[in-house]
């Protein structure tokens, strides 16, 4: 017999997704769902990212950055500008020095840092603030400059005054109030005084040997992580010496947060979509399961599995296209009402493209999700028999005979296809995976992870179906009987207990660690948002100082939070593991900064400091050990048990010869982040020191604090990056907010598809609630037996879904850098939640079925 | 009970019952107004063609539908308007059912599913539910395979533990949907002599849906339904078992 022709089964599929328009609306809307899930929390998590890396940016004040302490050579600089010709990329230099400016009215000179911009090009992203507001053109050049405030504090001087700087004089036009890269900038200085190159070599102050630090800031005109890499990568290539940062770099705390956050995120939409794929499988199984009948009749007329399979697939695409539109236009909703919804709370607004490729993928991500995840059901058609029609719960009788190994492999050869069709859906996630992840890698990992943690699902969850068999056949009649009919329930033939065990442990289980790492992320950008970070620095204390400024700091109101003290010693590098300075091979670090770096001491770890490898000396340490940062540790190319060898500049004689205990990164945020050599305070116990102090005053009461320390404390310095670090956790609570409201809505898009997969059986139990009705049952008995089946159903699966939930966090939160702790209120209030929502959905579910007169289904018989 | 106590009051009294169901846009009327009364111990065969009615009105008996008009009053209660959980509770009380397609419990054993209209409506200890399931599966001749699935059991097994399943609690009235519609000739002799057997031993009332004339042939009072009307109401001799020797 031949095959239906196609048109006959496009006919016969869509008169039956007209006649039951309930049912399918129910298998669309699942689709949808988790294309809505995918799309939207895609779309906006790529939109959001974007608006963030632009803050980020304003942080470095372009795309790229490269500092270097001396001019670039005519052979760099050709290279240089050979590198970014004809490619739109624009370059303004930013040049920062020292140097000593005067008053006419004020009798001491001034140490104050200068920083020459060209004001047509500086910044690039971000703005200058200045007091009183005007453009920065207006206020710089032509003889004019902006200066911070300590500067007409300390000199006494107020805006319109004039100030000599080397051979010029200028005129004070503004109060540089915030510029956005004053994190990435030269820090140890006096008051800033912004002024142009031209201005800048009108003093004349610049000459070869000078110390005077030259960045570059580069504008790419398409700003992707792509074009920003190539860049960095001929930077570095042209200026060998300088060190060279991309926007993501710019802090510490931002990078960790993007680079952590673009993981998590990723992660969401992946888990979205398995979610999706979750509901679409649960949706389509339970639907051909009830066509059961229909396909037995058309079989028993005589119809080739071949001509069924045209009807169902047909069917299929149909529902995957349909639920694929209804999916996207629900994504493209949610892309608009999330940043309306977040904008408000979050001041910041994305900006949105929806672009006509996210909604083409978007619908073929559904229809390739549902055609896979249908596969299997699919070709369960094949196995249907006629009989069927003639005998209900018709059940293959167990096969009894031969060994349980040759009984396996029968099972494996028949279901051959099957494989093939899990197979299929493997590499059909992989592709989608890899393709819609921002990074690959996790993509892969994630689809064979998930594979792998599938597999072990299925083998827990029937082993936990069988062992609880085991029981229920051991105690069977002791067990209250609405218990025991509960727990039956659950071997129901055609109930996929071990099927649905396993999907519902899996969204449990993607759900508890998108739940787990957002806490821990959120908990980690909690430290680095915590509003009392130190956001002034103090230079140049002397050791009869530090009480008394300490003192002082203590009794302004403007502060808060204690003050952090960190002691700097001038020192130089001699040696290292042997190799002298001069004949160190550096990476990206100027030779001359070997003679100028800074020790400092600590008994204990500091502050926002964590150890990457190796390990921190207990308080009370005598030896000479060091911990480096890790940029450091990379440029010099030290380890763990290299030997470097630091002079003091007071003490030239007397080299420390330290032994590398550990490496260490900073949050940038602490006094000490500003420290990359730590040793233990003996060694160092001989030494002239100086204090650096960082202290947390009120963002736009700085001004109080400077005036104060300098009235008693003229010699200090005070670095103000108050608005700098506003900008910084602004940035920071965004992400975190946006990971967490993310991470929210994809839970809650889980639980829905969840929820809808157990709705999904209930027309299984439509016949047993009228058998049961006959025989005297009243609803809430039925209800109670179907709690008792719903919750079992929860518990099992909640608890193994979260036991691999946290066993992935541990793996997870590893990889991210971030610490693990088990959360027990977080993880008993999951596992109850669980069983509450299936009981919940499973009541809502059957409540139909419920209230149904028991005669109106008999009839149908 | 005497003749006349059994009079006054009839196990079953239907009254003036109709039913109408809409189909689609279109109303069909499935009972056009029957009544008749059904003696305590009586055992009436309702007959008639396929679609006449016969089914729906052994449903409405049941009360697992709610009549359009009339009433049905079972031992002096009238069930047609009670509430769905009062039905249900009268219903395990007053009636045990047996179904053509048997409708057994998959996941629970013969034994169990015996049992269970014991759990869902005694209070008694389950010591003397169980004793009665399995004497009564024992009467079924099927004490050995207590402990199979449903599955496991062929058709007229099934019914079998159906039937057990009905009587479990005593009911006063039996009712039956074509109990051996089902099953091969041999298999429903062996199920309607176990019906009738037992029926007798309980001194229940038996209404009996078939449109087997060979099943009716036991009955006491054939009623013809056609066109959801009672087209007769005949006492009837019964003829014996019908269990070839």
Known sequence: MAALPWPTAARIAGRELRNSRGKFLFVILSVAIGVAALTGVRGFSTAFRQTLLVRARSILAGDLGARMFQQPTAAQQAKLDAAIAGKGIRVSPVTEMVAMSTAANALDPLLVGLKAIDINEYPYYGSVTLQPAMPLQQAVGNGNVAVGDDLLI?????????????????????????????????????????????????????????????????????????????????????????????????????????????????????????????????????????????????KSLGAQSSSILRIYSLQTVLLGLLGGIVGVVLGIGVQLVLPLLLGKLLGLSPELHIAGGAIIVGLLTGLVITVLFTLPPLLDIRGIRPILILRRNMEEPPADAGAWWTRTVAKVRASAAQVGAIALILLGLTLIATTLSDSKLVGRIFTVGLFAVLLVLLATAALLLWALRIFLARTRLALPSVLRHGLANLYRPGNPSSALLA??????????????????????????????????????????????????????????????????????????????????????????????????????????????????????????????????????????????????????????????????????????????????????????????????????????????????????????????????????????????????????????????????????????????????????????????????????????????????????????????????????????????????????????????????????? | MTLSASLSVPSIRVSSLTKTIRNGTRSVEILRGISFDVCPGEFVAIMGSSGSGKSTLLGLLAGLDSPTSGDVILQGTSISYLAEDKLATLRGKLIGFVFQSYQLIPTLTALENVLLPFELNSSAAQTEGLDRARGLLAAVSLADRADHYPVQLSGGEQQRVALARAFILRPPIILADEPTGNLDSKNGAQVMDLLLDLNRREGTTLVLVTHDAAVAANASRILTVRDGALLSDLPHVPQGSMVTA
Do not use: C
């Open chain 1, 154 to 298: 300390r000199l006494k001087l107020s805006v319109g005054d004039r100030i000599t700087i080397g051979d010029a004089t200028f005129a004070i036009k503004a109060v540089v109030a915030s510029e956005p890269d004053r994190l990435s900038g030269q820090f140890a200085a006096g008051p800033r005084v912004l002024l142009t190159q031209q201005e800048l070599a009108a003093t004349h102050l610049l000459a070869p040997g000078s110390r005077a630090s030259q960045r570059y800031l580069f504008k790419l005109p398409q700003s992707n992580d792509a074009a920003v890499a190539t860049l960095k990568s001929a930077v570095e290539d042209a200026l060998p010496e300088a060190q060279v940062t991309d926007y993501r770099e710019t802090n510490p705390a931002i990078t960790m947060a993007l680079d952590r956050s673009t993981s998590i995120l990723s992660l969401v939409s992946l888990v979205a979509l398995v979610l999706g794929a979750l509901g679409v499988a649960m949706a389509m199984r339970t639907h051909l399961l009830e066509r059961m009948d229909t396909i037995a009749i058309m």
């Open chain 1, 503 to 861: 999907a519902l442990g899996l969204g449990v289980m993607q759900i508890a660690i998108v739940l787990f790492l957002g806490q821990a992320f959120t908990k980690e950008l909690k430290i680095s948002t915590n509003p009392t970070l130190p956001n002034v620095f103090l230079i140049d204390i002397a050791s009869n100082e530090i009480d008394g400024v300490q003192k002082l700091l203590k009794q302004q109101p403007t502060v808060h939070g204690t003050a952090e003290f960190l002691p700097v010693i001038a020192s130089r590098i001699l040696s290292v593991d042997g190799t002298p300075a001069a004949k160190l091979k550096l990476k990206n670090f100027p030779q001359r900064m070997l003679q100028t770096i800074t020790l400092t001491w600590s008994d204990d770890l500091p502050a926002g400091t964590k150890v990457l490898s190796g390990k921190f000396w207990k308080p009370g340490e005598t030896r000479p050990q060091v911990a480096i940062g890790e940029m450091h540790a990379n440029r010099l190319g030290v380890h763990i048990g290299s030997h470097i060898v630091f002079a003091a500049a007071g003490d030239p004689d007397n080299p420390v010869d330290a032994v590398v205990s550990a490496i260490i990164r900073s949050d940038g945020q602490h006094a000490y982040s500003r420290a990359e050599f730590i040793l233990p305070p003996a060694p160092l116990a001989q030494l002239p020191v100086v204090w650096y102090g960082a202290v947390h005053s009120d963002p736009d009461r700085v001004g109080q604090l400077q005036r104060a320390l300098y009235a008693k404390y003229p010699t200090v310095t005070v670095i103000n990056v108050a608005q700098a670090m506003e900008t910084l956790r602004s940035v920071l609570l965004q992400v975190s907010l946006v990971v967490q409201f993310l991470a929210g809505f994809s839970i809650f898009a889980g639980l829905v598809i969840l929820a809808s997969a157990i709705a999904g059986t209930r027309y299984r139990r439509i016949r047993e609630v009228v058998v049961l009705k006959t025989l005297g049952a009243t609803r809430s008995r039925i209800a109670a037996i179907f709690s008792v089946e719903f919750a079992t159903l929860g518990l099992v699966a909640g608890l193994v879904g979260l036991l691999f939930a946290n066993a992935s966090s541990i793996l997870l939160l590893r990889k991210l850098d971030l610490d693990y702790h088990f959360m027990t209120l977080e993880n008993l209030l999951a596992l109850l939640g669980v069983a509450a929502l299936t009981v919940a959905t499973g009541w809502l579910a059957s409540f139909r079925v419920l209230g149904q007169k028991p005669l109106e289904v008999l009839r149908e018989d």
